[in-house]
């Protein structure tokens, strides 16, 4: 079987060259007289190597005709991966870490799940990146701007609605859509800003819910406690509107988020006499509540909303027995009523070895309805992805959601106060009641 080399220009020139060297070495040895075996003996030796240079030469040329140059069909066939970055704005310290840890894992196991999505024949992977707030919606400023210097195309957060009011005008002037598992207050969505959304109910909605059980429970004198934060005192104020409405007698009190003696509070409370004590704040300051008012003797019924949702409640409270029995509602569905919850609920324990903490689902799906978006505008611009959150409808662990012109968010039927659960604190965990 004979072999032709396939040369370059350069190539071919030293084949050329040496080739050319070999028959004049040839021929200058036929001139020699008295070789004899000698001259044989040459011949074969130049024309061996004037072979194996022109063997190498020629795979040389083969070699450049190799993939690197000419990529084969299977190769133009398979998409290049790289990475994109979205911000996680959460609580990981402070009174609220509970609630941020549960954000924070929900979105790493969602990060895993939707990673290898396609933008425009490219295929990405998400990188989480996490910032903590500390719970100070005077830190929030800090941390949306260090998220948006670092690139981030869109953010997940925040965890309260006090830090969200802090941060939405930063995210707003750089056009990051930003979605929010866990901010309910009202004012959020009515406030003009574009880039706000959120898979959480609002607590115009939570807080008539919650008025409406006190009514149901028979209550003819209730005391509304808020923490003055932005969502403690929009739940209240919800709260009491309705229960005034249903006619019971209120009086409203205000803490601090942070303080531990509630002597003042609890000794108006006391002359007051209320069947029902409801706190809008969060579990921690609620604990200490609900224990300063049992020393002091109340036989009230315990209320809350979602911000006291926390088994971290009895160790406020000094004990679970000093909360048992409370009540609490949820700004957000009925876990029993979500197709995805049990798998998910079930995965996350394993990945974390704790059960779900308050909205890790919703934050779950506020990554999946983010990536949705991304997709289905075939871009990374925030403007892009802001319109089509508005045109999006996701399938997550929570059930079938989209977002309405404010960005709240919607689900077939409405979002009346029949979609808020109702929770009771019994033998240390919250055990939902219907």
């Known amino acids: 079987m004979w072999f032709f080399p396939v040369f370059t220009g350069s190539q071919y020139t030293i084949f050329h060259n040496t080739l050319q060297y070999s028959l004049n070495r040839l021929h200058q040895q036929q001139g020699q007289k008295g070789v004899g075996n000698m001259w044989h003996e040459r011949t074969r030796k130049i024309l061996a190597s004037t072979l194996a240079i022109a063997l190498a030469l020629s795979m040389l040329g083969l070699g450049g ?65 996490i910032r903590d707030d500390k719970g100070e919606p005077a830190e929030a400023p800090v ?106 007698e209120v009086l409203r009190q205000s803490g601090q988020e942070g303080d531990v003696d509630f002597s003042a509070q609890v000794s108006s409370m006391m002359a007051f006499d209320p069947d029902v004590v409801i706190f809008t704040g969060y579990h921690r300051e609620a604990g200490l509540l609900f224990k300063q008012l049992r020393e002091a003797g109340s036989d009230a019924q315990f209320m809350g909303g979602d911000g006291i949702k926390s088994n971290e409640i009895a160790e406020g409270a000094g004990g679970a027995e000093n909360v048992e029995g409370t009540y609490s509602t949820f700004g957000g569905f009925a876990q029993e009523g ?85 929770f009771q604190f019994s033998d240390g965990n919250w055990e939902f009641i219907g």
């Open 65 to 129: 005709c190799g993939p690197a140059d000419e990529p084969d069909d299977e190769d133009e066939d398979v998409a290049r991966t790289e990475t994109v970055k979205i911000g996680v704005h959460t609580s990981l310290t402070g009174g609220l870490a509970d609630y941020g840890f549960a954000a924070a894992e929900a979105l790493k196991i969602a990060a895993e799940d939707f990673s290898g999505f396609e933008v425009d024949g490219v295929v990405y992977d998400i990188e989480l990146v």
């Open 143 to 248: 941390v949306a701007q260090q998220l948006i210097d670092e690139g981030v195309v869109g953010v997940i957060g925040t965890l309260t609605s006090g830090a969200a009011n802090a941060a939405l005008p930063i995210y707003q002037g750089a056009g990051i859509p930003m979605i929010s598992g866990s901010a309910t207050a009202p004012d959020l969505t009515e406030q003009g800003y574009e880039n706000f959304f959120r898979t959480c109910l609002r607590d115009d909605v939570q807080g008539e819910a919650l008025g409406l059980w006190a009514a149901e429970l028979g209550a003819e004198r209730a005391v509304v406690m808020d923490d003055r934060g932005d969502y403690s005192v929009a739940l209240g104020n919800e709260v009491e509107q309705t229960l005034e409405a249903e006619g019971v």
């Open 338 to 422: 979500m197709p995805g919850y049990t798998e998910f609920a079930a995965r996350f324990e394993q990945e974390t070895g704790v059960e779900a903490g308050p909205y890790a689902e919703n934050n779950y799906d506020a990554l999946g309805a983010l990536v949705e978006a991304i997709t289905t505008a075939g871009s990374f611009d925030g403007a892009d992805i802001i319109d089509a959150l508005h045109e999006i409808t996701y399938a997550g662990v929570q059930g079938t959601l989209s977002f309405d012109e404010k960005g709240d968010v919607s689900v077939p039927g409405g979002a009346g106060t029949d979609l808020i659960p109702r």
